[in-house]
């Protein structure tokens, strides 16, 4: 990616020319420096020494999660009111306020649990990031394409990762240890029923959903409050995979969706998405049978409607996958005035890992590459580091000075425009779980809201998954889907029985098909 603070120098030699990091032109891309044609080779083979060193460390280290990922550019338009109120009594955030408004956006779109380069079919959820460059610098709306998550609290987060990821000693990914981490986390039911239906394998990118996922703050110019959870819906409809399905795609191209975002773009069929919000006041809202901090749960349309406050369109594919995508760096705590948190626990905990993440990942100054860094002033009293490639000092600043407050004309506190959102906040400090926990509700609301082939694949695939699992885990799950619906349990348990003798008997005719089919062969 071209980044336009930067004027390289042209050679001398020509735009095209080939040359080393140092600028040097290259006149033999071909061949090292030997003694003789056929060797030895000798030290100095500076270029051949940058070339290879560089190569080796050509991949920085893969997310630990929403590894697989593809991404464009966009704009995101606002509507200047959130359904028929002004946006203003709501929030200040200055992308919101104007109709017409356009602020620049990049999405990076992923799946969730697998690696680099695992296939585009596989049963995940698939991460929606989108950073906002806007005029008081980013706001990241980080979230995924299903609207609820496994667990409610941040401390869970590496044990359900580790469940999902492989065995650190066969180094496979099983059911069991999914369902092993999912019968002991009841709270998980929502989820793992909207993860193994057909939502569990959205078309494509294009073609899915997006949730911010966790409960968050507006704030308006008086420095009033309101919870709010944000939802993308795309307008080119909503399309999902069956396992089959899914399967039958992977079997041709295991990069579809990637492919499908890339020249749908290309071809300007450019997607889009509507932003809309769900309201409510601040507060526990004991008249509710949930909490609304929490993730595992969804706030019912009806009683908070959806209210559209803008609209994006993804017009402009990356110049270059790794500069863009790859080292794209997203953060929930990344917000703008008018914007804030909630007391959400999950939320509070991605705040400070996502960041931190990405230091570690890309380094401590991934703000400053291009992808990452805000379309707008930028002054900082941060220095050094891994990778840093200019000072974040303003215009006249003195830069003998990287501290504040000082006297020597150094950097100042910006003046206050609007009043601090002040929540109360008061009580003992516990390690406590959310008091309404409604495990097992909505969980069943939406498995009765499924249509006939939802539950059928639903049904399927839950089986496929837990048929190797240990008796006890699949006894715990049977308990758990039951209490979400009885006939959701009933199919499960069934699905189970029909399987489990069928199971050891495939797996004993593989063992001997291997010897009794294979050829043999002569050494060579």
């Known amino acids: 990616m071209t980044d336009p603070r930067d004027q390289a120098h042209q050679s001398s030699t020509g735009e095209q020319t080939l040359t080393t990091r ?26 051949f020494l940058e070339k290879i060193s560089h190569f080796d460390r050509e991949r ?6 929403h590894a697989r990922g593809a991404g464009a550019h966009g704009v995101f338009e606002a509507y200047g009111t959130v359904g028929d109120e002004p946006v203003g009594k709501y929030t200040r955030a200055k992308l919101f306020q104007e109709k017409g408004k356009q602020t620049p956006v990049f999405v990076r779109f992923s799946t969730v649990g697998h690696g680099g380069h695992s296939p585009e079919t596989l049963r995940d959820p698939r991460g929606f990031a989108v950073k906002f460059y806007t005029e008081d610098g980013n706001w990241d709306l980080v979230g995924n394409n299903l609207k609820v998550f496994f667990i409610r609290d941040a401390i869970k987060f590496p044990d359900l990762i580790h469940s999902q990821k492989p065995d650190p000693i066969t180094n496979r990914q099983s059911g069991e240890r999914i369902f092993d981490f999912i019968c002991n986390t009841p709270e998980a039911m929502h989820m793992v029923t909207l993860l193994f239906s057909p939502w569990g394998i959205p078309a494509n990118y294009r073609h899915m959903q997006g949730s911010g996922v966790n409960t968050y703050k507006w704030v308006n110019d008086r420095g009033e409050g309101v919870l709010v959870k944000y939802h993308w819906e795309p307008l080119q409809g909503i399309r999902n995979l069956t396992q089959p399905e899914a399967e039958a795609i992977q079997a041709k191209n295991f990069n579809h969706a990637t492919q499908d975002l890339f020249e749908a773009i290309e071809r300007g069929d450019y997607p889009q998405w509507e932003l809309c919000v769900q ?15 929490d993730d595992t749960k969804i706030w019912p349309k009806e009683q908070f409607p959806w209210l559209p406050v803008g609209r994006m369109t993804l017009n402009r594919n990356p110049e270059n996958y790794f500069a863009e995508v790859e080292q794209s760096a997203f953060g929930t705590g990344v917000l703008v005035d008018g914007l804030d ?4 626990k999950m939320l509070q905990g991605r705040t400070f890992a996502y960041s931190d993440t990405q230091r570690y990942r890309v380094g401590p100054n991934y703000l400053q590459l291009p992808i990452n860094a805000p379309r707008t002033h930028v002054a900082t009293n941060q220095r050094d580091g891994q990778m840093a490639y200019r000072v974040d000092a303003a215009p006249g600043q003195n830069p003998h000075v990287n501290y504040e407050p000082s006297s020597l004309n150094g950097l100042k506190e910006a003046p206050r425009t609007h009043p601090d959102h002040t929540p109360w906040v008061e009580g003992h400090l516990v390690r406590q779980t959310l008091e309404r926990t409604n495990d097992f509700q909505q969980a069943g609301e939406q498995y009765r809201n499924f249509e006939d082939w939802e539950r059928e694949d639903l049904i399927g695939n839950l089986v ?7 008796q006890v885990i699949q006894d715990r799950m049977i308990d758990l889907f039951t209490q979400c619906d009885p006939d959701y349990g009933r199919r499960v348990a069934e699905g189970l029985a029909q399987v489990r003798q069928s199971a050891e008997e495939k797996k004993e005719q593989g063992v001997q098909q291997a ?7 002569q050494p060579y």
Do not use: C, W
Request: charged share 30%; net charge negative.
């Open 22 to 47: 140092q600028g040097h032109p290259v006149t033999n891309n071909q061949n090292l420096r030997t003694v003789g044609s056929r060797g030895p080779t000798t030290l100095e083979n500076y270029h």
């Open 60 to 65: 920085i280290p893969e997310r630990v999660v």
């Open 279 to 293: 309201i409510m006041e601040d507060g526990e809202h004991p008249e509710l049978d949930f909490d609304p901090l």
């Open 341 to 344: 948190f909630s007391d959400d």
């Open 464 to 470: 496929a998954n837990l048929k190797d699992a240990a």
């Open 515 to 521: 010897e009794e089919r294979s050829h043999e062969a």
